[in-house]
């Protein structure tokens, strides 16, 4: 069974920063193309950032670019999404996901995913 856990959330001030981890367990990490999502009460779950197997390739939804930076390390068999100049719009659930196959931006792909970690951003 391929298991996700994130952490490194918290409560940061506007313009802080968190590093978020998410360790995988259950499967060959280095197989798995790996997405971070967020998501706050009432609304769909939004896409974030991405990273592919080999990590040579990534994308950001346009709210978090140049301030959000996804990577992994395949030897710790974790993925990584460092945040910095953090709005108060940016307070939500994060959530890792993992796929095999697929490399999406769509939450409804992907097949593995952790418990979330909080992140809360005061203005």
């Known amino acids: 069974q391929v298991q996700l856990e994130e952490s490194g959330g918290g409560l940061v001030q506007a313009g802080g920063s968190l590093r978020l981890s998410c360790v995988v367990t259950g499967g060959t990490f280095s197989l798995y193309n790996m997405v971070w999502f967020r998501q706050v009460p009432g609304k769909e779950r939004e896409f974030v950032a991405a990273?592919?197997?080999?990590?040579?390739?990534?994308g950001y939804h346009d709210s978090v670019k140049g301030r959000f930076t996804i990577a992994r390390d395949n030897a710790k068999n974790t993925v990584y999404l460092q945040m910095y100049s953090l709005k108060p719009e940016d307070t939500a659930v994060y959530y890792c996901?993992?796929?095999?196959?697929?490399?999406?931006?769509?939450?409804?792909?992907?097949?593995?995913w952790g418990q979330g970690t909080q992140v809360t951003v005061s203005s």
């Open positions: 996901a993992a796929d095999q196959h697929i490399y999406s931006s769509r939450w409804t792909t992907y097949d593995y």
């Open positions: 990273i592919n197997r080999s990590g040579g390739t990534t």
